[in-house]
């Protein structure tokens, strides 16, 4: 139940929009913010707008404990994007 309930809250963000003042976690398409390279689908802390656009939050602090596992986390994302792409026979993409 609790991944129809994620899934229920994401779409209420996305629709509604966040409250001023409030950001959410949601998986978006990087736009290279956070040292996240750009292009990876990712989670980031983003504000929902009323016309249903979001917009990542920048700058938040990212201390090293959290740096650490980003890094780990987009890491492990570029392997399995670049075995997914091959096991698709697509040309390989950019994983710098």
Not at 16 to 37: A, C, H, K, L
Request: charged share 30%; glycine share 8%; aromatic share 10%.
């Amino acid at each position: 139940m609790s991944a129809a309930k994620a899934i229920c809250d994401h779409l209420r963000d996305w629709w509604n929009g966040t409250p001023d003042g409030r950001w959410v976690s949601m998986g978006v398409i990087s736009d290279g913010s956070y040292g996240v390279e750009a292009g990876l689908m990712y989670s980031f802390p983003v504000k929902c707008k009323a016309d249903h656009t979001y917009e990542i939050v920048k700058d938040l602090d990212v201390n090293d404990f959290s740096r650490e596992k980003m890094d780990q986390t987009q890491n492990e994302l570029k392997d399995e994007m670049k075995m997914a792409m091959e096991f698709c026979g697509e040309p390989q993409q950019s994983t710098k």
